[in-house]
């Protein structure tokens, strides 16, 4: 993936400009930088949810899995029938991996609607796998995950980046790996910044 000259707004004010990176396969892209700099708004756009004021994002088209704050799980399906209804969004059908990568085994059966909120989010995670895409773009992934629930996490990204999967993600958790760091403060837009558009779908 290939992101050159990007502007990203919020709210209909541009927050980052002029951002530039390459993301090549079998590596890890960390966002840095304080809370409201843009690190949400940037994995949006990238994402697709949104539209970028300016710039250009280069083979993201339909090879992005996206997990951000919400877990996405529908609280009357089982653990097992959530991750069976995203993989068939996805064409596939094997949810084994996903299982045994969150250990989620044990509550298979059990409706996400009455797992506590780190369980949840393994859940949430979880879907990444079946969805089969390479580039992972992940906001905060390891809130409400205990100890060994991040090490879970972090075992899985290892297998993926093994694989041949990038990630792009904003975390101010060490998760072991060699990663490239980008801190979006040093791209913080101009106060009277005005690139001829707004961003009304993020809102």
Known sequence: MQVSDLSVARGGVPVLSGISFALAAGEALVLRGPNGAGKTTLLRCIAGLQEPLSGQIEGAEDRVAYAAHADGLKAMLTVQENLNFWAQVFGNADIIGALDGYALRPLQDRLAGTLSAGQKRRLGLARLL??????????????????????LFGAVLRGHLAAGGSALMATHIDLGLEARVLDVSAYRAAPDADFGASDAAFL
């Open 130 to 151: 079946v969805t089969g895409r390479p580039i992972w773009v992940l906001d905060e992934p390891t809130v409400s995950l205990d100890a060994d629930a991040v090490a």
